[in-house]
């Protein structure tokens, strides 16, 4: 048989309508919900709670009868902690799989990754972690905490239960270095000093020499902002070298993938940290999430800071479709930009229309017997850092990460 | 005072992980000549070995020191007897099969024990000395590291055994027309490479968070420290282990963590440069 162009193009133009036609009818069927997360490798302590909180947070949707009366269906890739699977995988998720939404990313790096696809793509995009905060695009919205909501609570409790030197080991890449900064300028703030500061890349797992040189150095507090599991081996080592209980130790992460359960008591105990959830939590919403999580997994025990805030993260996104009444990104938008609130686990979470942050609460807490025991809660705090210099009302089509001036 | 003391301490526990990390791919590849790629995975799955042992209530020193090097040993022996021995004398051959093994043990650990990070506590509390606190753990790899020299060098230098090994791994021929067997002279002697191996991937099993993939972390100090070292094995390995350990350190303490790794690679640069033999081609010759 002999093929000419003109039949080829026919051929082709025919074959490929055929193969569009059931997409399309499919898509009227249900909603699509991208999620694309590290659910294996060295980051899974945080993206496999996320990821079954985002599953449940979608089975709840869809047992109350769905969206605008469709079903909503998630469509998963495990990003195996690489970074260079996210833009991959990112890219089918707008292009193959046509989602009306992606919710995930877990690092800053791989936010970055994937945030300037779904802009280029138009396709909205959740963030649902803690980060460095600074991000200014009003495609992406984003319900974890900031430096300023986090740290300068922190800081100041920590300083005033060890004293006025401190010494900051962190991770070695955006949220570290951006952090580091933050925490330095809240130390000074509250009239104390920074003595030392050094930056590890993420595979780096012997600290032996760098807990000698924090001894030198000889600080009240040793803040770690501190990144994935090869990172957990220093607060191993920190114990194991019996550091814990001559200087006192806070943390801007551990604890949001659940370290503090796979640390010994003795190994945890009296660490300080701020989140905007604990397990702990006595609170009607928390009760009721415990349960349904327990009912979905077994027990409520892999629930975390991150599970949560991207449970907050999908109940945002549908309580923005439900208010818009449409799927279409900018009538989504702009639904969620009147200031819509949640009550979720982690108390209320109100959308800020300036920054596309979130405002919540704050709770400082301590490590107990593998808990994470409340001492004071800060209610509803604004994301100020970002709101210093991203204004998405005045600058709708702003586009960058500040990196904020200190 | 006591800083010195401690930076000492991290010196030598810097230059005796080292020894432990490199001490099983000397013999692998400084004795046998097989680039061994794999060697990672080895150590990956010591690690892995002890941790189960732990789990299932083994005593951490029984798991650590005799439980994981039988284990890993006998898997060692396993590729030996199904791999290696077809390859014995073609160096680019071992590279390509061993590669593909570190690729098919990565995958097994995955398999079996999930892409996820796990870990035990270590289980020697931290002193003090002076106004400084040191990890305990940092002695028992100190001492274990010495042992183990002090056995590799007894065990080669004073027995029939090793003896025979060194003879076998020079002249094989010569070996063979003497009535010892080389094929399974090689075969104890790989089983020897891959339970040190084993070894050290337990020993450092409760400093690190263990992930399918951690081989890769020591495969290039491990091939750096025995080449460095050059031919004479056992002197090789404590003058390069020194060496490296001892700058790596140094750098660590001045600067950073990162800039210590860094000197390591560069002064591992510099000085196959000014001596390709590796250490042991120059000085010291003929040693152990």
Redo the contacts between chains.
């Keep these: 048989m002999s093929i000419n162009r003109r039949h080829f193009l026919a051929t082709a133009a025919a074959a490929s309508g055929a193969l569009m036609l059931p997409r399309a009818v499919m898509a009227a069927d249900t909603i699509k919900l991208g999620s694309i997360l590290d659910v294996?490798?060295?980051f899974?302590?945080y993206g496999k709670s996320m990821d079954m909180a985002m599953r449940l947070a979608v089975d709840q949707i869809n047992a109350g009868g769905g969206l605008l009366g469709k079903q909503v269906e998630v469509v998963a890739y495990d990003t195996?902690?690489d970074m260079a699977l996210y833009s991959q995988y990112g890219q089918q998720l707008v292009r193959e799989d046509k989602v009306d939404v992606v919710h995930g990313g877990i690092l800053s790096a791989s936010r970055e990754a994937i945030r300037q696809i779904m802009h280029k793509n138009k396709t909205l995009y959740f963030y649902n972690v803690l980060y460095e905060g600074g991000v200014c695009d009003r495609n992406i919205f984003i319900n974890g905490v900031t430096p300023a909501q986090q740290a300068e609570a922190l800081v100041p409790y920590a300083m005033g239960k060890s004293g006025k030197k401190v010494y900051i080991v962190a991770a070695?890449y955006n949220y570290g270095q951006i952090t580091a900064r933050w925490l330095q300028k809240f130390v000074a703030d509250n009239g104390g000093e920074t003595v030392g500061v050094?930056?590890?890349?993420l595979?780096?797992?012997?600290?032996?020499?760098?807990?000698?040189?924090i001894?030198?150095a000889?600080p009240d507090l040793v803040i770690a902002p501190l990144v994935g599991?090869?990172h957990?081996?220093f607060f191993?080592?920190w114990?194991?070298?019996?550091?814990k209980d001559?200087i006192a130790l806070a943390s801007t992460t551990l604890g949001v993938g659940n370290e503090h359960k796979?640390l010994?008591a003795e190994?945890g105990n009296g660490i300080m940290v701020a989140y905007n959830y604990s397990q702990e939590l006595d609170t009607a919403e928390n009760t009721a999430f415990k349960a349904a999580w327990a009912a979905a997994y077994g027990d409520s025990n892999s629930i975390h800071e991150l599970a949560v805030s991207n449970y907050h993260g999908a109940l945002t996104w549908a309580e923005g479709v439900r208010l818009a009444g449409s799927l279409e990104r900018d009538a989504v938008v702009a639904a969620l930009e009147t200031g819509v609130s949640i009550t979720g686990p982690g108390g209320k979470v109100t959308v800020d229309p300036k920054t596309h942050h979130a405002v919540l609460d704050v709770h400082l807490m301590e490590f107990e017997n593998q808990g994470m025991r409340v001492v004071e809660t800060l209610p509803q705090r604004q994301p100020i850092d970002t709101q210093s210099v991203c204004d998405l009302g005045a600058n709708p089509g702003d586009n960058t990460q500040y990196e904020i001036q200190i | 005072m006591d800083l010195v003391f401690v930076i000492i301490v991290e010196m030598l526990y810097a230059v005796a992980s080292l020894v432990l990390i490199s001490a099983g791919l000397a013999i692998v590849f400084g004795m046998m000549k097989i680039i061994n790629l794999a060697h990672g995975e080895f150590m990956m799955m010591g690690g892995y070995a002890t941790i189960t042992a732990v789990k299932l209530g083994v005593n951490i020193f029984i798991a650590m020191l005799i439980i994981t090097p039988l284990v890993v040993g006998l898997i060692g022996l396993v590729v030996e007897r199904l791999v290696i021995r077809h390859l014995y004398g073609r160096l680019v051959a071992t590279m390509l099969a061993t590669w593909g093994l570190s690729l098919f043990f990565i995958g097994l650990a995955t398999m079996i024990f999930g892409n996820t990070t796990t870990g035990i506590s270590t289980p020697i509390s931290g002193f003090t000395v002076g106004n400084y606190q040191v990890n305990g753990y940092n002695f028992f790899i100190i001492l274990v590291a010495i042992l183990l020299l002090g056995l590799m060098y007894a065990v080669l230098k004073g027995t029939r055994l090793g003896l025979i090994a060194r003879g076998a791994m020079q002249r094989p021929d010569m070996a063979a027309a003497l009535g010892y067997s080389p094929e399974r002279i090689y075969m104890a002697t790989f089983f020897c490479g891959a339970a040190l191996s084993g070894l050290a991937g337990a020993i450092l099993a409760p400093l690190v968070g263990l992930v399918p993939t951690s081989g890769g972390a020591y495969i290039a100090k491990a091939f750096i420290t025995v080449i460095a070292g050059g031919p004479s094995l056992i002197t090789g390995l404590m003058v390069s282990s020194g060496l490296f350990g001892f700058i790596s350190q140094i750098f660590t303490f001045a600067v950073s963590p990162v800039i210590g790794e860094v000197a390591l690679l560069l002064a591992a640069v510099v000085l196959l440069r000014l001596l390709p033999q590796g250490v042991t081609g120059k000085f010291f010759r003929g040693r152990m």
Excluded: N, Y
């Design positions: 294996s490798g060295i899974d302590a195996q902690s070695d050094d930056f590890f890349p595979d780096v797992s012997d600290f032996g020499s760098t807990i000698a040189k001894q030198t000889g599991g090869a957990l081996s191993r080592q114990a194991a070298a019996g550091m001559r796979v010994t190994e």
